[in-house]
């Protein structure tokens, strides 16, 4: 992969210019592919883009007569069918560091993005097993993560920097963004959770395509969280981001629960208390996150 081809490269320089140097090309590499992309999936690491990728793939799939198996990965189906667009799945947290446009979207102007968002406590929550349990050594130094052989709480993870305070600035530098952009769509996972025959059709549609009441079902029925821990448990799919970490356990699986308010489960009181009062004091309340 070329994430692998980055970090073998920039290994020869002096440790204290290794990672920026690095974020900087990959910055590089993501304006380039943004200059040619169709659509844009723009999302916090752990708001559910792969769930939502599973199903994008499974449409053109169905709609395209293409073979299962292979994930959508930017132009790889446009190769295969030059009708099916170019999109760039991206958590956007590289193309700054070449850009220098800090949170500025306007190197999205000219695309059609969806944004797809999640409760911010349930992606930090998400992110901690993933950091705990499935990033790589390199990914944990080149994105400023705390070492992840510590004793660090789940609790103090989520307050810590790269907790919600990274997640809260994501989102809140998209949603006031989002006007500088060509076209957007906002996608929320809880609503795509709620009714997701009726979320994907509008994601669809977003992406020129028109399935109809049976593909729809299809995929949704494809892309459940049973079966995708399945896939992934068996190594289906061709590609990484849908195999588990350790087999042996549920916590390294990219698909973990996929339960909206999870966090709840792993906090007492006065530490929910303080979660959502740092999410309704920082978060734009546009997205609705606010604790009732």
């Not at 004793?151 to 990274?166: A, H, Q, V, W, Y």
């Amino acid at each position: 992969m070329l994430q692998r081809v980055f970090e073998h490269a920039f290994k020869v320089l002096p440790v204290d210019q290794r990672y920026s140097a690095e974020r900087r090309v990959r910055g590089w590499f993501d304006l380039r592919r943004l200059k040619q992309a169709d659509f844009v999936v723009a999302s916090f690491g752990k708001s559910g883009r792969t769930w939502v990728r599973v199903m994008i793939s499974r449409l053109y799939q169905l709609e395209k007569g293409l073979a299962e198996g292979t994930l959508l990965e930017f132009g790889n189906y446009h190769r295969l069918d030059p009708s099916i667009p170019k999109v760039l799945f991206t958590h956007d947290n590289y193309l700054r560091d070449y850009t220098r446009d800090g949170g500025s979207k306007r190197a999205y102007r000219d695309e059609r993005v969806i944004l797809l968002v999640r409760h911010p406590a349930d992606v930090a929550m998400s992110q901690y097993f993933q950091w705990k349990h499935r990033m790589r050594p390199h990914k944990v130094a080149l994105n400023q993560y705390p070492p992840a052989n510590g004793e660090l709480s789940p609790f103090d993870f989520i307050m810590g920097t790269s907790g919600l305070p990274k997640v809260i600035d994501f989102m809140n530098e998209w949603i006031c963004g989002v006007d500088e952009v060509r076209d957007a769509l906002i996608v929320r996972y809880e609503d795509m959770r709620a009714d997701t025959v009726k979320e994907l059709d509008r994601l669809a549609r977003f992406l020129g395509l028109e399935p109809g009441p049976e593909t729809l079902a299809e995929v949704v029925e494809y892309a459940s969280v049973e079966n995708m821990k399945k896939r992934e448990a068996e190594a289906q799919s061709d590609s990484d981001r849908l195999r588990a970490a350790d087999p042996s356990n549920p916590d390294s699986f990219k698909t973990r629960r996929a339960k909206v308010g999870g966090y709840h489960d792993y906090f007492d009181a006065e530490q929910i208390r303080l979660i959502d009062r740092q999410i309704a004091d920082k978060l734009d309340n546009r997205f609705g996150y606010a604790a009732k």
